[in-house]
């Protein structure tokens, strides 16, 4: 079984950066894709990044294109996600998920099938 364990989250202000990470075990992540998703207080979870299996492909939310970088170091079996330029709005439980294998990245909650417990960031004004 895939698990997926995120870290990197924490308190910071606005314009700072954070880097979070999201460590696979149970097997390899490289033939998966990956992608990330917030859940601010109050609203739905919402699609952040995705990145295909080969990292040929990326995908981003308008809301964090230009601030924010999606990654994966299939050799560590982790994802990444570069936040920079933060704003209050970004605070959310940000979430790791795995995709189904070989599959196209998306930003559509039911194609990822492993979820993480999520890392919570808050980016005070």
């Known amino acids: 079984q895939l698990q997926l364990v995120e870290s990197g989250g924490g308190l910071v202000q606005a314009g700072d950066s954070l880097r979070l990470s999201c460590a696979a075990s149970?097997?390899?992540?490289?033939?998966?894709?990956m992608g990330w998703f917030r859940r601010a207080p109050g609203k739905e979870r919402e699609f952040v990044a995705a990145?295909?299996?080969?990292?040929?492909?990326?995908y981003y939310a308008d809301s964090v294109k230009g601030r924010f970088t999606i990654s994966r170091d299939n050799t560590k079996n982790t994802v990444y996600l570069q936040m920079n330029s933060l704003k209050p709005e970004d605070t959310a439980v940000y979430y790791c998920?795995?995709?189904?294998?070989?599959?196209?990245?998306?930003?559509?909650?039911?194609?990822?099938?492993?979820w993480g417990q999520g890392t919570q960031v808050t980016v005070s004004s």
């Open positions: 998920a795995a995709g189904r294998a070989l599959a196209h990245p998306t930003s559509f909650n039911a194609a990822y099938d492993f």
């Open positions: 149970g097997r390899t992540i490289s033939r998966y894709p």
């Open positions: 990145i295909s299996w080969n990292t040929d492909i990326t």
